[in-house]
């Protein structure tokens, strides 16, 4: 029997989204809206690297015809990402998201067969921003005198320029951004990591009948601004995924899902049968190909790389995203000898998160669908998907499972 992977570089798009107009960055200085069309991710990182003399050097996906999908969403290939003259080896093409955000559940969720038809909640983008009952709610049931921030803010920003203040006075950080997502950001000495998370939990039930997509433990350590720095135990609490979608179906089918990195977070614990809450890209890497020399017949290995969204995307720091990209690129070799007979893998992204572009949030793109193992053709371009749920639909007739409620296979 075989087995699936999906490796997802979280937020890696690649331009294109047909309703980019639809949605929008704030721009930090001057507070104008500014249209997501014209982002992408991958495009302008691979253009901003040419500009500087130093070509985006990633041959490894660029072999398996990442450039090609690239192709496929916006009519161009970036430079550096050409596909050898031989010719690409892997399944390759471009994904359309059709769920109504551009967040990481509504990735998550379309890819594994579930768009999400519905628009999440979103808090307005004013101070503050939160309603009054929920802040009152919450300083009650978790004793608290008050909490700082209560506004759209980069994370962190918002650290450097509240952490001080929280630690003197013991009251949260409590933020949010264009996704529908509550943030909270504590000291995880001064303040303490179950003491957040126990918050936390709190605020997860006052948002659900606000239908708030996510609520974030976002701990961190640090004497002063110049010190704070975010941890590894970062813990999302998201409302419920849609039931049977991929995750689930490999488990109804009897296989395990091995979670590596947030997923486990992302599907509110459910239909998790191992998990790895590994942080930073070496430890991702070095789960991804534990759980590859682990994992059984049947079952699915499903990775988020988050540090492209979360340390290089949302702070705008394209230099420090490509140097990612060419780090993720090296260490894909090391999975090949691991991969068996009947494996199928998925290269993709959940959005896009350009980081040439204004403001600081998710960008709206397609992504790239890359498909390669020893059961995946090679040399194929299956074009634009309408939908992510394609994917999921691929990696379920590949694993013979039930057709999930949405998508149809490109294999």
Request: glycine fraction near 12%.
């Amino acid at each position: 029997m075989a087995r699936a992977f999906i490796l997802l570089c979280d937020s890696v798009g690649c331009g294109g989204a047909p309703d980019a107009a639809d949605f929008v960055n704030i721009d930090v200085e001057t507070g104008e809206t500014i249209p997501d069309t014209g982002s992408d991710t991958l495009g302008n990182i691979a253009r901003w690297r040419a500009q500087q003399g130093q070509p985006l050097d990633i041959p490894n996906l660029s072999s398996l015809g990442l450039g090609l999908a690239c192709e496929n969403a916006t009519g161009q290939v970036p430079p550096g990402l050409e596909w050898p003259a031989d010719g690409y080896t892997g399944v390759v093409g471009s994904a359309i998201e059709t769920s109504l955000g551009k967040d990481t559940p509504s990735g998550h969720y379309e890819i594994c067969g579930s768009p999400v038809a519905v628009d999440w909640g979103y808090f307005p983008r004013e101070i503050p921003c939160f309603p009054d009952d929920l802040i009152s709610t919450l300083m009650q049931e978790c004793g608290l005198s008050g909490v700082l921030g209560n506004k759209h803010a980069s994370g962190t920003a918002i650290i450097a320029e509240l952490g001080a203040e929280h630690c003197r006075t013991d009251q949260p950080i409590v933020y949010t951004s264009a996704d529908s997502v509550l943030q909270i950001a504590a000291h995880e000495e001064t303040f303490g990591l179950q003491r957040l998370y126990d918050m936390c939990e709190v605020a997860r039930r006052l948002c659900d009948p606000l239908n708030i997509g996510r609520v974030i433990a976002r701990p961190f350590v640090g004497s002063d601004a110049a010190s704070f720095q975010r941890t590894g135990n970062r813990k999302d609490y998201a409302t419920p995924p849609p039931q049977n979608n991929l995750l689930d179906r490999v488990v109804q089918g009897g296989g395990a899902v091995w979670s590596v990195g947030k997923i486990e977070d992302i599907f509110a614990h459910r239909s998790i049968s191992h998990r790895n809450k590994a942080s930073g890209l070496e430890a991702l890497w070095d789960g991804t190909l534990d759980a590859a020399r682990r994992a059984g017949d049947g079952d699915l290995i499903f990775a988020n790389f988050v540090d492209f969204d979360s340390k290089y995307g949302h702070r705008r720091e394209p230099g420090g995203y490509a140097d990612a990209l060419e780090y993720w690129d090296r260490r894909l070799p090391e999975l090949l000898p691991l991969l068996r007979d009947g494996d199928l893998v998925l290269w993709t992204a959940d959005h896009g998160n350009d980081p040439t572009w204004q403001g600081t949030d998710h960008t709206r793109e397609q992504v790239p669908v890359l498909f390669f193992g020893p059961a995946a053709p090679k040399g194929l371009n299956v074009g634009v998907c309408s939908t992510f749920a394609d994917m999921g639909a691929t990696l379920a007739k590949h694993l013979r499972l039930e057709h999930l409620s949405a998508g149809n296979s490109v294999l």
